[in-house]
């Protein structure tokens, strides 16, 4: 009973009795009195539960449903002397669906396991003291502390400590990230090492993992079309199977008693052989195993998915990613990192790297611009401050300034004009230009252009080899620094220059003429957004704490990798696959069954097994969707 919870305990309970009972009464002999009361004790204790359903459904006017069914069937079997038939049936059927109970709680826990992120108290500092609260009495601009081993249960601002942080939960990914003060940190990450002071910037309604969490716990409400399906099918499928059991009794019986020749099927039957057959039909036409595997497995995908630090926003978004032939890219912060670095030197004649380099990085060494930190970032020398003097800075030029006493200057074509210099034309590089001059000498220019991200080569083939048939980049950037990211990735197209609305009227060319297949737009949330609504699905990458692309996208990335969306596009493939598998699987057993129960060649045990068996099988198949662990490979 390990592992069990109290009701599954309790019906383990029942079914031990009842099965100990059932035997003893069958190998006792003969006895000189009716033995429908004692069958009555083992029948009442494992079924009495199924029963009073099956009444108060009919009360409430839900007649069609597996407790009816299995009511109607047991007591049929009672009625025509079949007493430890009707126990058996009722018996199996119970056990059926002790496992169906178990695997299902087991898929739950699981998943539930899984999204267990958010602490309910945080420790705040407040008078000077450290007390634990409740994580919704804190106030934005109060100060909590986290604890090696502790979760984060708040956003907000390191303000002392450094340390390593576990992100696994929230991106799937097992590489520590770490944090110093000034750093932003997101609920749910588990801190590892030091000891962290962080102050609050989002109530815990808006944090992060209350956002992450809301998302899973409402994906079950948005039900894809096959879940639709199943539904609608099983609300005209019982009733229709129950009619045509009603007929396999009557039509027969009605021909026994009246017909002074009787057809040869009926030769030998009497009318309780076509009662009993149309009871066997009735246990065979539940549709459980459809009705409960197929939202479990979507359930499952949905969880597998969040593994990975994938949030699918409901079933309908899985379905719709398994049939995504287009992929359309932002590219700054999704294919790219979205930060300047130094991608090449070009010194003039006579000029070595290291000079023009250092020059570059020491005069722009006062500037927090951007392309200033590349600067520095690639040279990685000792700054000295004493070393430049008289800094003017030329707003939209660069910097001029005397470096050791020498006159120096960084900055765009128009600061080297304006010093009489003749430059190279550098309209054919793939970013942005930065020339410098020393003792009014051109030393040369570097080139500073985003960095695409160490996956995105491989996530391209990925796609291609799960069948997507068009990959597509969109960007305002310019066409120079388009094409060179696009070709080295491998793309298929892409459109430059473009501004957001633009961005848009190609995606719905794009949607014009997509064909069959679907379009997914993948961005990054925020600029994006309306991408994002249009595209038949829309992915945010990076997204993590982003309230736009939580609520644009249907499918989140909770880290940078652009290698996730093959792995989601895989698991949504599975997912569908398996759901196919239980649907087929499913009508093909309960079709053969019922032929063969309408021949009188199916005994009740093989009724029970197309029903409670099958669905046990369907269900133990919807729980592969929790493994994900071969697709990431």
């Known amino acids: 009973m390990k592992g069990l919870n109290k009701k599954e305990k309790k019906v383990l309970r029942r079914i031990i009795v009842s099965a100990v009972l059932l035997l003893i009464l069958k190998l006792l002999p003969e006895l000189p009195f009716p033995v429908w ?356 800075e030329a707003a939209g030029h660069g910097v001029k300034a005397k470096l050791d006493g020498i006159p120096v200057a960084v900055g765009n074509r128009r600061l080297m004009e304006e010093l009489g210099l003749t430059v190279p034309d550098t309209s054919d590089l793939p970013g942005t230009v930065i020339f410098a001059a020393k003792d009014g000498r051109y030393l040369g220019c570097v080139l500073i252009a985003d960095q695409v991200k160490p996956d995105a080569k491989a996530a391209i083939a990925s796609l291609r080899r799960s069948g997507v048939k068009r990959t597509v980049m969109l960007t305002g950037d310019a066409e120079a620094a388009a094409k060179a990211v696009a070709t080295e990735l491998g793309l298929d197209e892409y459109h430059a220059g473009l501004l957001p609305d633009q961005k848009v009227d190609r995606v719905e060319e794009i949607l014009a003429n997509k064909g069959d297949g679907l379009v997914a737009f993948v961005g990054d949330g925020i600029n994006d957004a309306p991408v994002l609504c249009r595209c038949d699905v829309g992915v945010a990458m990076g997204a993590l704490g982003s309230d736009a692309a939580i609520e644009a996208a249907d499918v989140v990335l909770m880290d940078d990798q652009p290698s996730k969306i093959a792995l989601a596009m895989a698991v949504a493939r599975k997912t569908i696959r398996i759901v196919h598998e239980n649907i087929v699987f499913a009508l093909a057993v309960k079709a053969i069954v019922l032929i063969l129960g309408a021949l009188g060649k199916s005994p009740m045990w093989l009724a029970i097994f197309a029903d409670v068996g099958v669905a046990f099988i369907a269900i133990l198949n919807a729980m592969r969707c929790l493994n994900v662990k071969e697709l990431e490979k």
């Not at 204790?45 to 006017?61: N, S």
């Not at 027969?252 to 020749?261: A, E, H, T």
């Open 37 to 392: 009361p004692l069958y009555l004790v083992p029948y009442l204790i494992i079924g009495y539960d199924v029963l009073r359903k099956a009444v108060l459904g009919i009360v409430h006017g839900q007649v069609f449903d597996e407790n009816f069914l299995m009511a109607l069937a047991t007591v049929g079997a009672y009625g025509t002397g079949d007493y430890a038939e009707a126990v058996f049936v009722m018996l199996f059927y119970q056990t059926g669906e002790l496992f169906q109970d178990v695997a299902v709680n087991r898929s739950r826990t699981s998943i539930s396991q899984l999204m267990d992120l958010r602490p309910d108290t945080a420790f705040v500092e407040r008078d000077g003291e450290t007390e634990e609260v409740d994580v919704e009495d804190v106030a934005v601009g109060e100060t909590i502390v986290v604890k090696p081993g502790q979760r984060v249960p708040l956003d907000g601002t390191v303000t002392e400590g450094s340390s390593s942080l576990d992100t696994a939960a929230l991106t799937g990914e097992s590489v520590p990230r770490d944090v110093n003060p000034g750093d932003e940190i997101l609920s749910g990450c588990v801190n590892q090492t030091g000891l962290l002071r962080i102050q609050v910037t989002k109530p815990s309604e808006e944090s992060t993992v209350s956002r992450i969490l809301e998302l899973v716990e409402n994906a079950g409400e948005r039900k894809a079309r096959s879940e639709a399906f199943i539904t609608r099918f099983a609300h005209y499928y019982t009733p229709s199977v129950v009619i045509a059991a009603l007929a396999l009794f009557l039509i027969p019986s009605l021909i026994l008693w009246f017909s002074p020749v009787l057809p040869g099927f009926l030769v030998g039957t009497t009318w309780d052989d076509w009662f009993h057959r149309a009871l066997i039909f009735l246990v065979i036409s539940c549709p459980c195993a459809l009705v409960i595997s197929v939202p479990l497995s979507f359930f499952g995908g949905i969880g597998g998915a969040s593994k990975c630090g994938i949030l699918v926003k409901g079933g309908n978004h899985l379905e719709d990613l398994a049939k995504v032939e287009t992929v359309v890219f932002d590219k700054t912060g999704t294919l790219t990192q979205g930060s300047f670095a130094v991608r090449e030197l070009r010194p003039a004649e006579g000029v070595t790297e290291e000079e023009l380099l250092s020059t570059a990085a020491l005069t722009e060494q006062f500037s927090d611009h951007p392309i200033a930190q590349s600067l520095r970032r690639a040279w990685q020398g000792q700054l000295d401050e004493s070393r430049l003097s008289q800094v003017e």
